[in-house]
């Protein structure tokens, strides 16, 4: 199992930028991020394929959010543009160690989670 850590996260107000970060014990198929805000279902954020770095994003983040990688450092990298309230929540890092959809259920590894709270 891969093990994730994450860094970054904190408080912005509405229409600033944030980058938090996902360092992995070893190279997996695919990295990206997952959040939960509180009472809700956790959700795909963005993730990317390490090797090729294809990228997908959810709808509610394109256009803001961009993930990249590092793969020297085993490392990817969200950065978060025009953050708006609803974007407020806990930031999990997530590893998948082969093709398919991005779902919680695929996934095998995962970091701590970080706090993202944007305010008005």
């Known amino acids: 199992q891969v093990h994730l850590v994450e860094s970054g996260g904190g408080s912005v107000q509405a229409g600033r930028a944030l980058s938090i970060s996902c360092t992995a014990s070893e190279l997996p198929y695919r990295m990206g991020w997952f959040r939960q805000a509180p009472g809700q279902e956790r959700e795909a954020v963005a993730n990317i394929v390490m090797i090729g770095g294809i990228r997908n994003y959810a709808d509610s983040v394109k256009g803001r959010f961009t993930i990249s990688k590092n793969n020297a450092k085993n490392t990817v990298y969200l950065l978060m543009d025009n953050l708006q309230p609803e974007d407020s929540a806990m930031y999990y890092c997530?590893?998948?160690?082969?093709?398919?959809?991005?779902?919680?259920?695929?996934?095998?590894?995962w970091g701590q989670g970080t706090q993202v709270t944007v305010s008005t």
């Open positions: 997530a590893a998948a160690p082969a093709a398919g959809p991005w779902v919680s259920e695929k996934i095998t590894s």
